[in-house]
């Protein structure tokens, strides 16, 4: 499962955290303030949300005046050596541990570490001038994540999505093969599943992402629900990957399973393959036949599973025919929650768009007369 990465020179984070930088020296030139500190915080304070933002700078800024304070103390007592630059990045991670400013404890470690070598006599001044360039930075980068190119991930949740679903067909295709032809388990396929697993839960950050940005933001109703629709499809992925966990993880055997049944039930899995390429995750009349048909057979198959006194031909309860046959009809039955989610989305589209078409009738015909 390969998908190709469209490669961009720069990105919105990567520019906002250059203007940050800029605006913030720019400001610490004019104020005649030493610039290192606040353009070290602006470059860690800029977040992928302005919620992370604001939540942390709340955070750094005590973090960085303890860092300072301890850098004045130890500077004063050690003077510029090295059992300064030991006991400032000791003090200041342990106390931010202790009151629990873990997002603030490197902004501080870092101020307090640099601001060593800069303290001569003036302790007191040196303390609040660092405070006044932390702060800078933070509110500088805080207002540029907010205002220039707010982040909005909608667009890669999308994109996201849909190839993530297009990765697990592939791989519930690869595994099929596998099983019903008796084949041991690839590598290839048990690390694609890996990668999936790694690349829905990047797409599951992204949502939270997203989340809290709607407190701060303005978005259009249509662009809430489309999200709500497209994490109900994360969810739902999510299930799935679990049902073609089992069959990944199936413990190695030979089926007790006629030739024409294992070409059909290949044929299955083709089908629910194609259904999770499909952008509305349609589903086949044929395709609900041969469902229809795989029900049958797995009633048939679980009659023939061991119970009572009958010894069983493995240790498990479950026999792997069993087992293969439900997880194909709980992934089956999760794409049907996919195709009526995906009519539900189209419906609610076209709710949106009637009112407009209205209102632009009413005014054509007041218009004529």
Same mark, same amino acid.
């Given at each position: 499962?390969?998908q190709t990465i469209?490669?961009?020179?720069i990105?919105g ?5 250059g203007?940050a930088?800029?605006i913030?020296?720019?400001?610490c ?7 290192m ?11 992928p ?11 750094r800024?005590p973090?960085a ?16 050596s090295p059992y ?21 404890? %490197?902004?501080a470690?870092?101020?307090?570490v640099?601001?060593?070598?800069t ?5 007191l001044s040196?303390?609040f ?7 800078t ?8 994540n907010?205002?220039?190119?707010p982040?909005?991930y ?6 996201n999505?849909h190839?993530?679903?297009r990765?697990?067909? *592939? ?11 008796s084949?041991?388990? *690839? ?16 797409t599951?950050?992204?949502c939270h992402?997203q989340?809290?940005e709607?407190?701060?933001h303005r ?6 629900? *489309? ?9 739902i ?5 679990y ?6 993880f199936l ?12 070409k059909f ?7 629910l393959? *194609?259904?999770l390429?499909?952008?509305?995750? %349609? ?11 795989v029900t ?10 061991p ?6 031909r ?8 069993t087992?293969?046959l ?11 929650e ?13 709710l949106?768009?009637?009112? %407009?078409?209205?209102?632009?009738k009413?005014?054509?015909?007041g218009?004529?007369?």
């Amino acid at each position: 499962m390969k998908q190709t990465i469209p490669y961009k020179f720069i990105g919105g984070r990567i520019a906002k955290t250059g203007l940050a930088v800029f605006i913030t020296a720019f400001i610490c030139h004019m104020l005649n303030w030493p610039a290192m500190f606040a353009v070290i915080t602006a470059i860690v304070t800029i977040e992928p949300t302005v919620a992370d933002s604001i939540r942390k700078a709340y955070v750094r800024f005590p973090a960085a005046a303890i860092g300072a304070g301890f850098a004045v103390l130890f500077t004063f007592i050690f003077g510029d050596s090295p059992y300064s630059y030991a006991s400032v990045s000791l003090a200041t991670i342990i106390v931010c541990h202790k009151l629990k400013l873990h997002d603030g404890m %490197l902004v501080a470690t870092l101020t307090g570490v640099a601001m060593i070598s800069t303290v001569h006599d003036h302790y007191l001044s040196s303390f609040f001038i660092r405070l006044g360039t932390t702060t800078t930075g933070i509110v500088v980068s805080t207002a540029v994540n907010f205002f220039v190119m707010p982040p909005n991930y909608s667009k890669s949740i999308i994109k996201n999505i849909h190839a993530l679903y297009r990765g697990s067909g *592939d791989i519930l295709l690869k595994r099929g093969i596998e099983i019903f032809n008796s084949q041991e388990s *690839d590598r290839n396929v048990r690390s694609d599943f890996q990668r999936l697993i790694k690349d829905i839960d990047k797409t599951e950050t992204l949502c939270h992402y997203q989340k809290a940005e709607y407190r701060y933001h303005r978005f259009s109703r249509e662009d809430m629900r *489309d999200f709500h629709y497209e994490y109900k499809k994360l969810t739902i992925l999510r299930q799935i990957t679990y049902h073609t966990g089992n069959l990944i993880f199936l413990a190695p055997g030979r089926l007790d399973i006629e030739k024409s049944r294992k070409k059909f039930a290949l044929s299955v899995l083709e089908d629910l393959k *194609d259904s999770l390429y499909d952008p509305g995750f %349609l589903i086949s009349e044929t395709q609900r036949e041969k469902i229809s048909q795989v029900t049958q057979w797995f009633i048939e198959q679980k009659q023939l599973d061991p119970a009572g006194g009958l010894k069983p031909r493995t240790h498990h309860h479950v026999q792997p025919e069993t087992a293969i046959l439900y997880e194909i009809l709980s992934i089956h039955d999760l794409i049907e929650e996919l195709n009526q989610i995906q009519i539900m989305e189209v419906k609610h589209r076209k709710l949106l768009k009637a009112p %407009l078409k209205q209102v632009a009738k009413k005014r054509e015909t007041g218009m004529n007369e």
